[in-house]
């Protein structure tokens, strides 16, 4: 199967911090708290479905600078092509995620001028793509437009959303065939909003991230809420929903069942979370099985 992947590279920071909120405190000292890898939700997804054996074809901005040579060096080293990134960046994106004992985790995103960036219908060949992932950042604006309009499959993540008519994210949830978030922020129950998002945007499939309670399916017919992993290890839950999405593409690709892909999706998040950094602990699609029926079981 090959993905057209669309999105943000980063570097991104992580730091154990003792709980939230943080108290002020002059210095602390983290043994092995702190830690830093290639991530962003292009990386992120990218990763994923290399680890699950797609053929990923990559498309983001960096700078010429060393984060962006760095990012560079870690496609390489996982098979990632760099053939469709732009290095017209003044500098490299840059995160820092703190994180506490029980997972939860709060991120600061420095996108630098990426939010400026634009690509247009004849700036990306989709047209031998099978699925274009294409995450909720500006340039990808007329990027998923295209793809609708070319009748490829489109799927976006639009992460915290609290209003249907969101302005940021209604190019992408009017475009997108499949529609993704998280139930962090919203106003009403995940069975409620999904209607709503629904009614106004008639997704193929809509799902609903929540956590530790699992994730929530609506196809149009019938909502279906698959549990979270029982007893899982939580070490830092950034990149859970970048993990969930990917699995989900990946399965859903193969058979068109979106309820089987999305329980492989949460097995495949759960396995995840149980390393620290949001592009680390993606397992390959044979042991994601061997999981599968362990839990199951």
């Given amino acids: 199967m090959k993905i057209l992947v669309s999105g943000l590279l980063n570097v991104e920071t992580t730091v154990a911090v003792k709980s939230f909120p943080i108290e002020y405190y002059p210095i602390d000292y983290p043994f092995f708290g702190i830690n830093s890898n290639v991530s962003g939700v292009g990386f992120n997804i ?44 003044k500098n490299t994106p840059v995160s ?22 634009t690509l247009v219908s004849g700036d990306v060949d989709m047209s031998d793509c099978d699925i274009a992932a294409l995450c909720n950042i500006n340039f990808n604006r007329e990027l998923i437009k295209t793809a609708k309009s070319q009748g490829i499959l489109t799927a976006t993540d639009v992460h915290v959303l609290s209003d249907p008519d969101d302005e940021y994210n209604r190019d992408f949830m009017e475009n997108a065939d499949i529609l993704f978030m998280s139930d962090e922020k919203l106003p009403c129950d995940a ?3 999904i ?40 070490v ?28 492989k999706a949460v097995v495949f998040a759960g396995i995840k979370i149980g390393f620290n950094g949001a592009s680390v602990g993606f397992c390959g699609e044979d042991e994601l099985l061997l999981h599968c029926e362990r839990f199951s079981s």
């Fill in 191 to 193: 069975g409620e909003f």
């Fill in 236 to 263: 830092n839950t950034v990149g859970a929903g970048d993990a969930l999405f990917s699995a989900f593409l990946h399965f859903y690709s193969k058979d068109n069942n979106a309820e089987q892909a999305l329980r």
């Fill in 96 to 117: 820092t995620v703190l994180y506490d004992k029980r997972g939860r985790r709060q991120i600061y995103c420095d996108l630098k001028d990426i939010q400026e960036q």
């Fill in 46 to 89: 990218s990763k994923a479905l290399k680890a699950l054996g797609d053929e990923v074809r990559l498309v983001s901005f960096l700078a010429d600078d060393p984060e962006g040579e760095r990012v560079k060096n870690e496609l390489k080293m996982n098979g990632i092509s760099a053939d469709s990134i732009c290095y017209n960046l």
């Fill in 195 to 234: 209607t709503r998002i629904y009614n106004r945007y008639r997704n193929r499939i809509i799902v609903i991230g929540m956590g530790d309670r699992g994730a929530m399916l609506f196809d149009g017919k019938r909502k279906v809420t698959i549990p979270a992993c029982k007893n899982v290890k939580v």
